[in-house]
């Protein structure tokens, strides 16, 4: 069974950093784009970034462009999102998502496979 597992989630005051991990396991990680969505109490679930099976591809929604990478180390089978110069208006619970064949990106709803969040809040 496909699992995905977040860590790495805190309260940080704005302008400060966070680096989310999420570990995978249960399917063969180098073959499943993967990505990076986010929840803020009360609002649908937003797509924030995506990479490619190997990683040369990379995609961010207009807001966290430029403040947040993401990465994967598909040795470890892990998935990272850092997070640089956090406002506000980025907390949320963050999940990350993987799904087989094609990308999905950035489709909420075409994901399979979800971890259970890990969450960020920003003062």
């Known amino acids: 069974d496909v699992q995905l597992v977040e860590s790495g989630g805190g309260s940080v005051q704005a302008g400060g950093s966070l680096r989310l991990s999420c570990a995978a396991s249960g399917y063969t990680y180098n073959r499943n784009c993967m990505a990076w969505f986010r929840q803020a109490p009360g609002k649908e679930r937003e797509a924030v970034a995506h990479?490619?099976?190997?990683?040369?591809?990379?995609d961010y929604a207009d807001r966290v462009q430029g403040r947040f990478t993401i990465s994967r180390d598909n040795g470890q089978n892990t998935l990272y999102l850092q997070m640089n110069n956090l406002s506000p208006e980025d907390t949320a619970m963050y999940y990350c998502a993987t799904d087989h064949g094609a990308t999905k990106w950035p489709q909420v709803r075409a994901y399979s496979f979800w971890g259970q969040g890990t969450q960020v809040t920003v003062s």
């Open positions: 990479i490619s099976e190997d990683g040369g591809v990379t």
